[in-house]
């Protein structure tokens, strides 16, 4: 019996925003607008995301017992996030400081604060929140100790979804652990190395696979996602979805089929894209625990994604299920 549809073990943080005609260069001071603070991190933007989408969601974090905690904490309460895995104390809340050009991208600059507080201890005391969660997600604004433990701490049967964000070289344990590994392009070329990333997304996904996650999701901005899958000999079966199968050696030399799907999105005029691809991963990691297939699940999360970037902020903009519906 699960109590959750989701838990998310990651970040939480006080967004402080700046409006910038463009970012600046290196040893360059521009002016910008007003400063804005906002609920973030991407630990609680996916519980917020998920949560405003109909999922019941707890979330596993830590925060500081300051005015930026509070504003976390009364932020997820809002949205309906169970936080009694929100633990209060031991450093300032994390904050992140971000640039927004007029095109709608931005730049961020992370002090992780508590989020580095939260430790493998934390997570062995939670075991009963991982033990009454269809899925679990996590992300790299936690210390990657941590996120090695939510691995081992994995009931049986559990699924693990991995945005790899802050990217940095991943453990062989994590990645056979994600099914699936969410990455842009930069994350992509940052796992494997620039030199051996190759030239295009369906490129990165093969040779992300090749490093040992179940399934791999790239996710391509305004043009939508891309989803592939290894399937061994035992557990091929007739292709019914339009999606484009070629047989290789994936995972060891053992010669698997990898169907890749491409994901549209809908076109809309981007305001802001903080927050957007936590949308994106909550979205899709909460329609998984329905039992919607990875492509189902990653077209739904497009369509997330692109409402939430028409909206400033990152978990003020994140769309109800019916606003979703209504793309």
Same mark, same amino acid.
């Given at each position: 019996?699960?109590?959750?549809?989701?838990?998310?073990?990651?970040?939480?943080?006080?967004?402080?925003?700046? %409006?910038?005609?463009?970012?600046?260069?290196?040893?360059?001071?521009?002016?910008?607008?007003?400063?804005?603070?906002?609920?973030?991190?991407?630990?609680?933007?996916?519980?917020?995301?998920?949560?405003?989408?109909?999922?019941?969601?707890?979330?596993?974090?830590?925060?500081?017992?300051?005015?930026?905690?509070?504003?976390?904490?009364?932020?997820?309460?809002?949205?309906?996030?169970?936080?009694?895995?929100?633990?209060?104390?031991?450093?300032?809340?994390?904050?992140?400081?971000?640039?927004?050009?007029?095109?709608?991208?931005?730049?961020?600059?992370?002090?992780?604060?508590?989020?580095?507080?939260?430790?493998?201890?934390?997570?062995?005391?939670?075991?009963?929140?991982?033990?009454?969660?269809?899925?679990?997600?996590?992300?790299?604004?936690?210390?990657?100790?941590?996120?090695?433990?939510?691995?081992?701490?994995?009931?049986?049967?559990?699924?693990?979804?991995?945005?790899?964000?802050?990217?940095?070289?991943?453990?062989?344990?994590?990645?056979?652990?994600?099914?699936?590994?969410?990455?842009?392009?930069?994350?992509?070329?940052?796992?494997?190395?620039?030199?051996?990333?190759?030239?295009?997304?369906? %490129?990165?996904? $093969? $040779?992300?696979?090749?490093?040992?996650?179940?399934?791999?999701?790239?996710?391509?901005?305004?043009?939508?996602?891309?989803?592939?899958?290894?399937?061994?000999? *035992?557990? $091929?079966?007739?292709?019914?979805?339009? !999606?484009?199968?070629?047989?290789? !050696?994936?995972?060891?030399?053992?010669?698997?089929?990898?169907?890749?799907?491409?994901?549209?999105?809908?076109?809309?005029?981007?305001? %802001?894209?903080?927050? !957007?691809? %936590?949308?994106? *991963?909550?979205?899709?990691?909460?329609?998984?625990?329905?039992?919607?297939?990875?492509?189902?699940?990653?077209?739904?999360?497009? $369509?997330?994604? !692109?409402?939430?970037?028409?909206?400033?902020?990152?978990?003020?903009?994140?769309?109800?299920?019916?606003?979703?519906?209504?793309?």
């Amino acid at each position: 019996m699960y109590d959750y549809d989701l838990l998310v073990v990651g970040s939480a943080n006080a967004d402080l925003v700046i %409006d910038v005609e463009r970012r600046p260069a290196a040893g360059e001071t521009v002016l910008g607008g007003d400063l804005a603070v906002h609920p973030g991190g991407k630990g609680a933007n996916q519980a917020v995301a998920a949560a405003r989408l109909g999922a019941a969601t707890a979330l596993l974090a830590r925060v500081g017992d300051d005015g930026h905690g509070r504003l976390l904490l009364d932020s997820l309460r809002t949205a309906g996030v169970d936080t009694a895995g929100v633990l209060v104390g031991g450093a300032p809340t994390g904050v992140a400081l971000i640039t927004v050009d007029p095109s709608g991208d931005n730049s961020i600059v992370v002090s992780p604060g508590a989020n580095g507080r939260l430790t493998p201890e934390d997570v062995r005391a939670a075991d009963g929140l991982l033990r009454t969660s269809r899925v679990v997600s996590t992300q790299l604004e936690i210390p990657l100790e941590t996120v090695v433990e939510v691995v081992r701490s994995l009931p049986e049967g559990g699924r693990l979804v991995l945005n790899p964000s802050p990217p940095r070289p991943l453990p062989a344990e994590v990645l056979a652990a994600c099914d699936p590994l969410i990455v842009n392009e930069h994350e992509a070329k940052v796992i494997l190395g620039d030199s051996a990333a190759g030239d295009t997304p369906e %490129d990165w996904a $093969r $040779r992300l696979l090749a490093e040992g996650p179940r399934s791999v999701v790239v996710t391509l901005g305004a043009e939508g996602a891309l989803v592939a899958e290894t399937r061994t000999e *035992t557990e $091929r079966r007739t292709d019914e979805s339009g !999606a484009g199968v070629g047989v290789g !050696a994936v995972g060891g030399g053992v010669d698997v089929e990898v169907e890749v799907t491409r994901v549209a999105s809908v076109r809309v005029d981007a305001v %802001d894209t903080t927050g !957007a691809g %936590d949308a994106f *991963t909550a979205a899709l990691a909460w329609r998984l625990g329905t039992g919607a297939t990875l492509a189902e699940a990653a077209g739904y999360a497009a $369509r997330v994604g !692109a409402a939430a970037v028409t909206r400033r902020g990152a978990q003020e903009s994140f769309p109800t299920g019916a606003e979703v519906e209504a793309l």
